[in-house]
């Protein structure tokens, strides 16, 4: 059974930092392109950043509203994606998500729960 | 910049077909999924790669692609496929996903 394990969502002020991790298990994480997905309070789904398996070079890829701002890093001994977010922003509020990408996403049919982030002074 | 334009909601009767459709830049030189969410859960995936259906999504979920427009049916359209459908195109550099389309079914 494939599993999507979010977390570290937490409450913290404009300009703080903020570390979410997503736990996977069920399929081989090593070979996946993981991707971060956010959506704010009743807006749509909007691409954070993804980043390559070890073999196609670990490069990440961000939209433009993170780039800069957000690094996205894995763990393959612990099949775990990161995403670390730095001078956080109030329009950066929402829940976050992770799942495989590419070539990959069909591994993860369902996501899992995400993880919320609330930036407010 | 790179956007998916959707329609922002379609109606559709219980039994018919459903169409939503999905256009932008380029689409035809990357791949489409799409995505069911129904309020207060994750989203679902149920096309990739375009035409793919994952195995547990039922066969009245059907996806195709023509120029720069994809385009997510649902033959025979049931109650229970009332919910928010997104459409996500990615390739090599990025990824971006569509403003969302509301099906009711009424």
């Known amino acids: 059974e494939v599993r999507l394990v979010e977390s570290g969502g937490n409450l913290v002020k404009p300009g703080g930092s903020l570390r979410l991790s997503c736990a996977v298990s069920g399929f081989n994480f090593h070979y996946a392109w993981m991707t971060w997905v956010r959506q704010a309070p009743g807006k749509r789904l909007e691409w954070v950043g993804r980043i390559k398996s070890k073999s196609d070079g670990a490069t990440t890829d961000y939209a433009a509203p993170v780039r800069g701002r957000f690094t996205i890093s894995r763990d393959d001994s612990k099949s775990t994606v990161f995403l670390q977010m730095n001078s956080l922003k109030t329009e950066d509020t929402g829940v976050y998500y992770c799942s495989p990408a590419g070539d990959y996403v069909s591994w993860a049919d369902y996501w899992g729960q995400g993880t919320l982030v609330t930036v407010s002074s | 910049s790179d956007e998916l334009t959707q329609p922002p909601a379609v109606s559709v009767s219980p039994g018919q077909t459903a169409t939503i459709t999905c256009s932008g830049s380029?689409?035809?030189?990357?791949?489409v999924c799409w995505f069911q969410q129904k309020p207060g859960q994750s989203p679902v995936l149920v096309i990739y790669r375009d035409s793919e259906r994952p195995s547990g999504i039922p066969e009245r979920f059907s996806g195709s692609i023509s120029g720069n427009t994809a385009t997510l049916t649902i033959s025979g359209t049931q109650a229970m496929d009332e919910a928010d459908y997104y459409c996500?195109?990615?390739?090599?550099?990025?990824?971006?996903f569509g403003g969302g389309t509301k099906l009711t079914v009424l």
């Open positions: 996500q195109a990615w390739d090599s550099s990025a990824e971006v």
């Open positions: 380029r689409l035809g030189e990357r791949f």
